[in-house]
């Protein structure tokens, strides 16, 4: 059987793992747990290929454990059963250390199958999923579990990892292997964080390239070819997708035109055209506002237009909105005032509707102040006055409060002036 280069050159002790500095530095708290040897049931959350089978193993051997290994897409309670068993055994002697990837595909059944077997210490758990565990994962082992949350690798720590890769495929074959600077610059990036990929982009690569007197020089346009879309980490059920939304909107949110245009290119990078026109129409909405309200006609035409022509020309129409979205000015009062509203609506304030609003032109026995009393506010100076529009137990109450923009503070100061003579 040919092993990938990934798992014939998996990290043997700590330091040879790549990134995870915020874990494993020394002093980190998960490298001290693992330096003293006393493991508790832990959740590894993060992407694929960041380390976390990888430390599993080490931290099984450097406890003296035998290691198992489950996956929770194929494995079921007798598999657990049949590792429990072993405990009798010469391969319990130490204690078993269980490695259940992708935990989230087991069912809540499951999960208590195995919190059995973790509450009376017959195993030490090590549960990873690159799902949200506090989503995924039952929450009664949660609680008897400690959560690191593992991180893409930064691109020069993928890079030391592609030197060492290169390295060892050196002494395996006897050839000289040479990739270029922008190569390497290329698979760092490319990857995404992912060190397995990039590792086996460079077994890819090396292989793809010919071999001339003894030696491979890897091209940037050979690794190109074979790493076209491995940056886009994009799973639109998963939290990878929500982060990049999130991020996208905050962006604009934030005035910075720059890091919006980015993460609208990682979105449409993953032809995800409708969630890239909805975040930025709720975000004309919700962040830009009454602060430039002529915004959100723009941006609807904008949107229209990318879902007629769709991809890849609706990056055009799409990349004027974003831009435009994080230039204006900002204000989020409507937005702020709709859901003073709505907590009041929730907590049951408010009810009825005074006399003068109602679609009505009787009145009942029991009303002896009769007739509806509705003023029309265009039959006075300046189409305005005074009426209550509030029910009676909400009169008084504010909700909107203007913006400090230009548009918001003329809008104030007309209808200050407006009503100044004339107060409720």
């Known amino acids: 059987m040919n092993i990938p280069l990934a798992d014939r050159i998996r990290p043997q002790s700590l330091s040879d793992i ?4 915020h874990l494993l530095d020394e002093g980190k708290p998960l490298r001290n747990i693992i330096m003293s040897g006393n493991i508790p049931n832990m959740v590894f959350y993060g992407p694929s290929g ?3 089978t990888t430390l599993a193993s080490i931290i099984a051997k450097q406890t003296n454990r035998t290691l198992r290994k489950l996956n929770g ?25 269980l490695y259940l990837d992708e935990i989230q595909y087991f069912n809540k059944k499951q999960q208590q199958t195995l919190l059995e077997f973790i509450e009376n210490g017959s195993i030490t758990l090590i549960a990873s999923t690159t799902e949200n565990p506090y989503f995924y994962v039952y929450s009664a082992i949660l609680s008897r579990s400690t959560v690191f949350e593992f991180k893409s690798v930064e691109k020069d720590d993928v890079k030391k990892a592609v030197d060492r890769a290169v ?13 270029t600077d922008k190569a390497v610059e290329h698979i760092a990036y490319a990857c995404g964080g992912d060190v397995r990929k990039a590792i ?18 890897v091209s940037f346009e050979t690794v190109a070819s074979l790493t076209q879309k491995s940056a886009v980490k994009y799973d639109r059920e998963g939290d990878e997708h929500y982060d990049l939304l999130s991020a996208f909107q905050k962006s604009m949110r934030g005035s910075d035109p720059d890091a919006a245009i980015h993460y609208l290119a990682r979105i449409l990078a993953a032809d995800d055209l409708p969630s890239a026109c ?23 035409a904008a949107v229209d237009a990318a879902m007629m022509v769709g991809l890849p020309e609706a990056r055009i129409p799409l990349a004027d909105a974003v831009v435009l979205v994080a230039l204006s000015p900002k204000s989020n ?15 049951g304030k408010g009810g009825g509707f005074p006399r003068q609003l109602q679609n009505k032109h009787y009145d009942g026995d029991d009303v002896k102040n009769k007739g509806q009393f509705y003023i029309y506010p265009h039959d ?23 913006g400090e923009n230009k548009n918001e503070q003329a809008y104030k100061a007309y209808w200050d002036r407006i009503k100044k003579n004339n107060q409720y």
């Open 18 to 21: 790549a990134g995870q500095h």
């Open 200 to 217: 086996n982009a460079v077994e890819l690569s090396t292989v793809s390239t010919p071999l001339v007197e003894n030696k491979r020089e």
């Open 167 to 179: 390295s060892v495929l050196e002494k395996e074959t006897g050839e000289e292997i040479v990739f």
């Open 333 to 347: 009062s409507a937005y702020l005032a709709f859901d003073k509203a709505m907590a009041d609506v929730k907590a």
């Open 73 to 97: 897409t194929t494995a079921t309670t007798s598999d657990i059963r049949n590792i429990v068993s072993e405990l009798s055994g010469f391969d319990g002697i130490n204690g078993i250390l």
């Open 50 to 52: 960041v380390g976390k």
């Open 278 to 300: 909805r975040r930025l129409m709720v975000c004309a909405c919700e962040d830009v506002g009454l602060a430039n309200p002529q915004i959100i006609p723009i941006v609807k």
């Open 380 to 402: 006075y100076p300046n189409h305005w006055t005074y009426q209550q529009y509030l029910p009676d137990s909400l009169v008084g109450t504010v909700y909107y409060t203007p």
